[in-house]
């Protein structure tokens, strides 16, 4: 079954996502990079932590608060990005971005964040679906930086 198809299960994942949030709480420690991600036009204001072990996300964490859709795409983020080299974590956000734009998109590299897949309809929710994609896909360009 390909979720974009079924409405109720779209519903559910979202909610699922943003009632149970995955890694939600900051560890505060050095060995994480920490990025504070906030939207003018919502009540999103989210910390996101990263650690990184040469190219790879080993653990990747959030905490603060967001409206239902910035809360649920954070935590499927959290959940995906886990164990991806910078070269699979940047792939997976331009796919995501490219389905938010109604571009087209590989659905299966996507697993459960194409539950977005009807964000480009709201294009003012567009912000609150990618605050955090974003704000890795930061973290990524600048630690890749210092380790070249």
Not at 88 to 108: P, Q, T
Request: contains cysteine.
């Amino acid at each position: 079954m390909r979720i974009s198809k079924e409405p109720a299960l779209i519903r559910q994942i979202i909610m699922d996502h943003y009632e149970f949030p995955r890694n939600k709480g900051l560890k505060n420690t050095k060995e994480y990079i920490k990025k504070n991600l906030n939207s003018e036009a919502c009540i999103d204001n989210i910390d996101l932590e990263v650690k990184i072990e040469g190219q790879v996300i080993e653990d990747i964490r959030f905490d603060g608060v967001a409206c239902t859709i910035s809360t649920a795409s954070t935590s499927i983020l959290t959940e995906m990005m886990k164990g991806k080299t910078f070269t699979e974590a940047n792939k997976i956000i331009d796919n995501y971005v490219s389905m938010l734009h109604g571009e087209e998109f590989d659905e299966e590299l996507l697993e459960e964040a194409v539950a977005f897949i009807n964000t480009s309809k709201q294009a003012n929710r567009i912000k609150c679906a990618t605050l955090a994609w974003d704000g890795l896909k930061e973290i990524i360009a600048k630690a890749g930086e210092s380790n070249e």
